[in-house]
């Protein structure tokens, strides 16, 4: 069954614009992680953010938290041509179960 | 350089043939992970494995197999069973518990 849900599915924005993908979860969470994927390729891990913390920062990126309302953002600032990519959350279920379970994912495109 | 490999990257079989999907490591993780993405969507986990001689099945595990030998290698075989296999098989690993998966860049596979 699939953990998280992504909104938008798809998401066009001119270079300079910022980038918001949310990612909504079912149940209780150990961390939640965002990934990227260029066409063809595997996943790139960005950021993880751990149950207890409600914001994380990573050069352009930053990453929000509520585990209450079960959902957690990704904010891309400044985009870039090269940030075209899918991004997927994933979610780490609270214990040490090993699995991590991934959302639909949100497709970026950002036009020079 | 550490990482992970996945060969070949291209894969065409005919139906009714079992195929096996090769997956090395050298990074020492402990944990891997085979998922399969189908266009346009996001991951399913196929099956886990959090330590040698130990696997288990995850969301869609059904007419596929794995073994885990070795620590270095987490082959996954699909099988005449499984009904549609045409996909991308991403294989992962994961050092820690809890932290971010290493992804290899993929395996397509095209069934006809």
Request: aromatic share 8%.
């Amino acid at each position: 069954s699939q953990q998280g849900e992504e909104d938008p599915q798809a998401l066009s924005i001119q270079e300079g614009e910022n980038a918001t993908m949310n990612c909504s979860y079912k149940t209780s969470i150990n961390n939640l992680q965002w990934y990227r994927q260029n066409s063809g390729r595997g996943l790139v891990h960005l950021i993880l953010i751990r149950s207890n913390e409600r914001e994380k920062h990573s050069g352009r990126l930053r990453v929000t938290l509520d585990t209450s309302k079960k959902s957690s953002s990704l904010l891309i600032t400044a985009s870039r041509a090269a940030d075209t990519a899918s991004y997927f959350c994933a979610t780490g279920a609270s214990g040490n179960t090993g699995k991590l379970i991934f959302g639909q994912g949100t497709t970026l495109q950002v036009k020079p | 350089d550490g990482g992970i490999t996945q060969s070949p990257k291209y894969l065409f079989r005919k139906e009714g043939q079992n195929v096996t999907l090769s997956c090395e490591q050298n990074l020492n993780h402990d944990a891997m992970y085979w998922y399969r993405q189908d266009p346009g969507q996001g991951l399913r986990l196929i099956y886990y494995s959090q330590i040698v001689n130990d696997f288990q099945k995850g969301d869609i595990a059904e007419g596929y197999s794995v073994s885990r030998e070795k620590k270095e290698s987490f082959p996954l075989t699909v099988t005449s069973a499984q009904k549609n296999p045409t996909a991308f098989y991403l294989c992962a690993s994961m050092g820690l518990p809890n932290s971010p998966l290493h992804f290899g860049n993929g395996t397509r596979l095209t069934v006809t």
